[in-house]
């Protein structure tokens, strides 16, 4: 019974196809994946192409134009038949023809996109075994001992770094902790703002206040009293009047000491024996 047209509730159409790549009686029948018949028949025709009658309940309308598109359902390439619904209003009648089309499978279209990708790996290779041909061509002895010893000297110096950053890692906390005591010295000049700004003014007042302080006269005037006092230092040095005799010359230094001994003895003697020297007259009498 395979195949075989024994329900009344169905509509038959025919559809040809150059090859039908395994296709079998019973395959599904499809519109948009929902399956709404069968292939009932598959046969030869005079032409040479192959005869596909397929099976549709009649609920499903068929308009005209339809197009019946041979596709696969899985990897394996289970064929069946995948209904493209025409645009016309008109339906397909029972026993009508319609539009066949084949499909390329999952295995063909992954076959179109690897294909050029081979193609240009192919050229890649190719291009680059003849680079590294020129390569080889163009370093010479020297030349590849003199690559070596780089790619060595790159080694230690990957290695280096390694070492470098094995001592960061183990330094992370001091880094840590500096990067806080930064973050933190940050806080406080960002808190201390209006007091720095303050600061800051009152420094350009007082720079103000001495650009505009008359600093050249009073270091003119210094500067002269300055010439003055060097004047009687010299004067002084000199033995020139009073005060330079009195330091410069030690004769009149030791009488001036003696007459102020003198005169220290006279005024104790005064203060011992005053009526010695002070003689008071009360009423006219004299003793």
Do not use: C, W
Not at 33 to 38: D, E, I, T
Not at 86 to 113: F, M, P, Q
């Amino acid at each position: 019974m395979k195949g075989a047209n024994i329900f009344s509730g169905e509509n038959e159409y025919f559809v040809y196809y150059d090859n039908v790549q395994g296709l079998q009686p019973s395959s599904p029948v499809q519109v948009k994946g929902m399956s709404v018949g069968r292939v009932s028949a598959i046969s030869l025709n005079g032409g040479g192409r192959v005869k596909v009658t397929i099976a549709v309940n009649k609920k499903y309308k068929i308009p005209q134009e339809t197009v019946a598109s041979l596709t696969s359902v899985d990897l394996l390439g289970t064929k069946a038949i995948s209904l493209q619904l025409g645009n016309s209003t008109a339906i397909a009648e029972d026993e009508s023809t319609l539009k066949s089309n084949i499909e390329g499978g999952i295995i063909d279209a992954l076959s179109v996109e690897i294909t050029p990708l081979l193609r240009d790996m192919r050229h890649a290779v190719g291009t680059l075994d003849s680079v590294l041909v020129s390569v080889n061509g163009v370093l010479d002895v020297s030349s590849r001992e003199n690559l070596r010893s780089s790619i060595a000297n790159l080694d230690a110096t990957m290695a280096n770094f390694s070492q470098l950053s094995s001592r960061l890692n183990a330094e992370s906390a001091q880094l840590q902790g500096v990067i806080r005591n930064a973050n933190s010295i940050t806080s406080n000049l960002a808190d201390n703002n209006e007091r720095i700004t303050r600061i800051i003014n009152n420094a350009a007042t007082v720079t103000d206040q001495l650009s505009e302080a008359q600093i050249d006269k009073t270091m003119k005037e210094f500067q002269t009293a300055a010439s003055n006092l060097t004047a009687v230092l010299n004067k002084v040095n000199s033995k020139e009047g009073s005060l330079g005799l009195l330091v410069n010359d030690p004769h009149m230094y030791n009488n001036l000491n003696a007459s102020l001994s003198t005169l220290n003895s006279l005024m104790g003697d005064i203060q011992a024996h005053p009526t010695r020297y002070i003689n008071l007259t009360i009423f006219g009498r004299k003793k």
